[in-house]
C-alpha cells in the first residue's frame, strides 16, 4: 500500500516518521547483537612489509578466515607493540627471532628465507660488489663510484627506516658494530625504495628480494662477493630467515600457521622466499 504524504496533517507525518525511526533503531539494534555473538573469523596481520607479500597472497586463498594486513609499523614496531599489548595475535618478523619471547607465551613459526638485495641506478655499469666495498660505503669510506670502478659520479646511500628489520639485518650482515654513516638517506616505506633508486644516478640501496617481485622500477640488482641475491643461492652472504609471531590462544591464527605448512601456502611463499623444508 502507498501512503501520499500530502493527504496526511502535519501530526500524522510527524508519528508516522517516529514509528519509521523506531523500526529502523530495532532493526540496527538487533544486527548488532548479531553481530556481536557472532564468532569472529577475523586475523589481523601487522608488521613486515615483506612478509606482508606472502600474507597478501594467502588472503586471497586462505578460506577459513578473512586476513587484513597492516605494515605501518614494519618489524621492529610491530614486534614492541606485540609485547605491551596482549591483543595482538600475529605480526611478521623478518629476521631472527628472540628467544625470550618464548617465556611470555608467543610462538614463533619460521615460514622461509629472504635474500636482501642490493640495487643501483640503471645507468650504472657497477655489476658486483664486495661485502667490504658495500662497508666502505654505508661508512663513508668510498665517495664516488670511480672508487669502485664505475663512473665519476657521487655516491648516494639509501637505507630503509629503523623500524624495518632489513635495515637491521643488513647492518649485522655488512657493517658488523658498525654504524652506518648519518648522512645516509632514509627511505620509508622499504617498497619506495626501487624507484628512489631509479630517480637517483648515484644511489644505491637495499631492499628485499621480495620488493623487486613486485616492483616495476628500472634498476640494476648486484651480486655480492660474486653471488646472485636469489633466496635458492645458498651462499649468498645476505640472507635472512622470515618469522611468524603469534599467540596459540587465537584458535584462528593457531589454524591459520598449520595452514603455513601445507603444499598450498608453500607454492605462495616460492613466488618470491624460499620455503623452510619440511
Not at 615460514?111 to 642490493?118: E, F, P, R
Not at 637505507?159 to 628489520?165: E, K, L, R, Y
Request: with cysteine; hydrophobic share 35%; glycine share 6%.
Amino acid at each position: 500500500m502507498r501512503l501520499n504524504l500530502l493527504n496526511l496533517g502535519s501530526i500524522e507525518v510527524f508519528l508516522l516518521v517516529c514509528a519509521l525511526s523506531y523500526l529502523v533503531s530495532c532493526n540496527s539494534s538487533n544486527s548488532l547483537k548479531v553481530e556481536e555473538n557472532a564468532p569472529s573469523n577475523r586475523i589481523e596481520y601487522i608488521g613486515s612489509s615483506t612478509i606482508a607479500h606472502f600474507i597478501e597472497d594467502a588472503s586471497k586463498v586462505y578460506k577459513p578466515a578473512t586476513i587484513t594486513v597492516d605494515t605501518n609499523l614494519e618489524s621492529m614496531g610491530a614486534k614492541d607493540l606485540m609485547l605491551a599489548d596482549e591483543s595482538i595475535d600475529l605480526i611478521g618478523y623478518a629476521k631472527q627471532a628472540p628467544p625470550e619471547l618464548a617465556e611470555l607465551g608467543i610462538r614463533s613459526t619460521m615460514i622461509g628465507t629472504d635474500a636482501l638485495t642490493v640495487i643501483v641506478n640503471k645507468t650504472n655499469p657497477i655489476t658486483n660488489l664486495s661485502l667490504s666495498q658495500l662497508k666502505g660505503i654505508y661508512m663513508h669510506k668510498f665517495t664516488n663510484w670511480k672508487e669502485l670502478g664505475g663512473p665519476d659520479l657521487k655516491i648516494v646511500p639509501l637505507i630503509v627506516s629503523q623500524q624495518s628489520a632489513t635495515q637491521h639485518t643488513f647492518k649485522q650482515r655488512v657493517l658488523g658494530d658498525t654504524e652506518y654513516y648519518t648522512e645516509c638517506k632514509i627511505v620509508n616505506p622499504d617498497s619506495h625504495m626501487p624507484m628512489n633508486v631509479e630517480e637517483e644516478p648515484g644511489a644505491i640501496g637495499m631492499i628485499s628480494h621480495s620488493f623487486l617481485c613486485s616492483s616495476g622500477a628500472q634498476v640494476r640488482v648486484l651480486r655480492v662477493n660474486g653471488y646472485s641475491p636469489s633466496p635458492l643461492e645458498q651462499n649468498y652472504p645476505i640472507l635472512r630467515p622470515l618469522y611468524l609471531l603469534w599467540r596459540p590462544q587465537n584458535k584462528n591464527v593457531a589454524q591459520f600457521i598449520s595452514w603455513t605448512k601445507t603444499e598450498e601456502a608453500r607454492k605462495l611463499i616460492e613466488n618470491c622466499f624460499r620455503p623452510v623444508d619440511n
